[in-house]
């Protein structure tokens, strides 16, 4: 196929490369002075393989996916640009040759038991959290790579790349570090925003390892021949670094125009915070389990994650295996009717991390803390909402005071905005006004990063006054009985923990 050059016509188009927990996607968005529009030219599985060693990332489908998408886009009319988001933690090793070592890890993968220990006994989580500020997770990166030491992938690797950096390079050919992304990995120092030497020597990792950072907005190069010729794009297309990791472009599209906002990005995970100018990093704040992850222009994204929509998605998956609906609407409805408050339960239980029978566990945790079994399917949907409404309102509430700010409005954005219930009962919880959207806020945020880089936008207040001059948007405001709801917080802060 000929390759498509960059056209007047296609000048505005945008190409964000999106991958999720469960799928990936290419979506093409047009920029203008006052139009902002999304169009999904491809969509494609994220199947996690279980090999005899582990859990792993179908990264080669992955990659696969990833040029079809491109290759729609071509047949739409070219693009200007192209940016990659993904999740964060996880990434691919290369060898000296270049060569990806093995498929990389899934996140949810049991290899990092007890590596946390391991790290603490070189270097203890109060001075760990004292320079890098990240939330103790047990699959972050330095955790994993400490799981992973004398094996022989890690003898031979010369290389790391996570995950979007390693798309960027199969696209490209260049190595480099979105500093979004490596804020996540537990190896940058939140300060100065550099890769911290001397935590790489005393867990004695290898500073060649780890390449040289990049920010939102820096090139990244353009596309290999091969690509070029695959996918019918001009071989001089440019791919942008944008927020690499999935929640820091969400955050950017946040359509707040004034301060003194909170942000929920609601998906598999729910990651609810602040966006401040410089790290907490107070004993405080590391008892709390707040994170500290670079944004867009220097921001710091004070949050924390909760485990989100991944309860309700898992007990769909359970249902449907069982022959029983999975209607989201209908589900939803049903939970509406279902009576409030009857059992409540704490969404960031390890019992809820790995994949399985998630009814099963919820009802096993209510029936362990002396509640109400939830027996019908909305039952147990309203105990999952109501739950995840009362982690809302406890970590945005630890984190105003922990930063100390004053908040005044919740945005939430990402899929979990088109939860009618969840938006509403995050209102009632938190007692402030929420507004519910964008619900593509990443894909958003990936191509406006594009757009400022080719110079249609400008600062990220531009940006967010586009998004919120373009986008559809609901607001919720406050209402219900909150002294109902102070007891069901109060009745799962005294709940006795799984041991």
């Given at each position: 196929m000929t390759p498509t050059p960059p056209s007047s016509a296609s000048a505005s188009a945008f190409a964000a490369v999106d991958l999720g927990a469960t799928s990936g996607r290419v979506i093409l968005g047009h920029v203008g002075p006052d139009t902002l529009d999304l169009t999904e030219v491809h969509r494609f599985p994220n199947t996690p393989v279980r090999l005899p060693d582990g859990l792993r990332w179908d990264v080669l489908s992955l990659f696969q996916g990833v040029l079809d998408g491109l290759r729609e886009a071509a047949r739409s009319g070219g693009v200007a640009s192209i940016g990659v988001d993904t999740w964060a933690v996880d990434y691919g090793l290369l060898?000296?040759?270049?060569a990806l070592v093995g498929h990389p890890y899934h996140y949810r993968d049991d290899r990092t038991d007890g590596a946390a220990e391991r790290v603490w006994a070189a270097v203890s989580r109060q001075e760990l959290y004292g320079v890098t500020g990240l939330q103790h997770l047990p699959f972050n990166t330095v955790f994993q790579l400490a799981s992973t030491e004398g094996t022989v992938q890690r003898d031979v690797a010369r290389t790391l790349l996570l995950v979007p950096d390693l798309v960027i390079h199969w696209l490209t050919g260049s190595i480099g570090a979105e500093e979004t992304n490596a804020s996540t990995t537990g190896l940058l120092d939140a300060r100065t925003g550099t890769?911290?030497?001397?935590?790489?020597?005393?867990?004695?990792?290898?500073?060649?390892?780890?390449?040289?950072?990049?920010?939102?907005?820096?090139p990244a190069g353009t596309l290999l021949p091969h690509v070029a010729a695959y996918t019918g794009l001009d071989p001089r297309t440019?791919?942008?670094?944008?927020?690499?990791?999935?929640?820091?472009?969400?955050?950017?599209?946040?359509?707040?125009?004034?301060?003194?906002?909170?942000?929920?990005?609601?998906?598999?995970?729910?990651?609810a915070g602040l966006e401040l100018d410089a790290p907490v990093l107070s004993e405080a704040s590391r008892a709390a389990n707040f994170t500290n992850e670079r944004g867009v222009d220097g921001t710091v994204r004070y949050l924390r994650n909760i485990m989100g929509l991944w309860l309700l998605e898992e007990c769909r998956r359970t249902w449907d295996g069982q022959g029983l609906p999975t209607h989201i609407p209908t589900l939803l409805a049903e939970a509406a009717r279902a009576e409030p408050f009857a059992s409540v339960v704490d969404p960031d239980a390890p019992e809820f991390l790995a994949p399985g029978d998630m009814p099963a566990r919820i009802r096993a945790s209510c029936a362990r803390t002396g509640q109400r079994v939830p027996g019908s399917q909305g039952a147990v949907v309203r105990c999952v909402l109501e739950s995840l409404a009362l982690a809302h309102r406890r970590t945005l509430r630890q984190a105003a005071a922990l930063a100390g700010r004053d908040v005044t409005r919740i945005h939430l954005v990402g899929g979990g905005a088109?939860?009618?219930?969840?938006?509403?009962?995050?209102?009632?919880?938190?007692?402030?006004?929420?507004?519910?959207?964008?619900?593509?806020?990443?894909?958003?945020?990936?191509?406006?990063?594009?757009?400022?880089?080719?110079?249609?936008?400008?600062?990220?207040?531009?940006?967010?006054?586009?998004?919120?001059?373009?986008?559809?948007l609901r607001s919720y405001t406050p209402g219900g009985d909150s002294a109902a709801w102070d007891a069901a917080a109060a009745r799962l802060d005294s709940a006795p923990r799984n041991p």
């Open positions: 060898d000296a040759d270049g890769w911290s030497q001397d935590l790489l020597r005393r867990l004695s990792l290898d500073p060649a390892l780890f390449p040289p950072l990049r920010a939102p907005g820096d440019p791919v942008t670094t944008v927020a690499s990791h999935d929640t820091a472009s969400a955050v950017a599209a946040v359509p707040a125009t004034e301060p003194g906002f909170a942000y929920i990005s609601c998906g598999t995970w729910s990651l088109r939860n009618d219930l969840l938006c509403r009962l995050t209102a009632d919880a938190t007692g402030l006004p929420v507004v519910a959207g964008p619900t593509e806020a990443t894909a958003l945020g990936n191509i406006l990063v594009q757009a400022r880089a080719a110079g249609l936008v400008g600062d990220l207040a531009d940006m967010r006054r586009l998004i919120a001059s373009t986008q559809p």
